[in-house]
């Protein structure tokens, strides 16, 4: 599986972009997507994550209210729409796919975890001036 993020860029406290990841190489309805970012000097943070199948969704608190996420089957990429943007959000960005499938209230636990993801992105960056 290939993962290519687009969207990042510079943009003034207040403003929205759209990131993109487009995905190819393998069926993209048999994966659980999620979105990260790493700040300098920061670990790498949760950001959305999105089950194809009943289509749940998951957001960090940090975002709740201003990201979402949404994702098109049949042009094989999911989005991750961000409003509001403050200067904390100056992070580069990275999408990634899992392969393990968690049941019921297990996906909303490992849906943020860094280990549940088996490809990545390249990541973009986006700058958030104040």
């Known amino acids: 599986v290939q993962l290519q993020a687009s969207g990042g860029g510079l943009v003034q406290a207040g403003g929205s972009l759209r990131l993109s990841c487009a995905a190819s190489?393998?069926?993209?309805?048999?994966?659980?997507m999620g979105w990260f970012r790493q700040a300098p000097g920061k670990e790498r943070e949760f950001v959305a994550a999105?089950?194809?199948?009943?289509?749940?969704?998951l957001l960090a608190e940090s975002v709740k209210g201003r990201f979402t996420i949404a994702g098109d089957n049949a042009k094989r990429t999911v989005y991750l729409q961000m409003n509001s943007l403050k200067p904390e959000d100056t992070a580069v960005y990275y999408c990634?796919?899992?392969?393990?499938?968690?049941?019921?209230?297990?996906?909303?636990?490992?849906?943020?975890?860094?280990?549940?993801?088996?490809?990545w992105g390249q990541g973009t960056l986006v700058t958030v001036s104040s």
């Open positions: 990634a796919a899992s392969t393990k499938y968690y049941t019921g209230n297990l996906y909303f636990t490992m849906a943020s975890r860094l280990l549940t993801y088996d490809y």
């Open positions: 190489g393998h069926t993209f309805s048999s994966y659980d």
């Open positions: 999105i089950r194809w199948s009943g289509g749940s969704t």
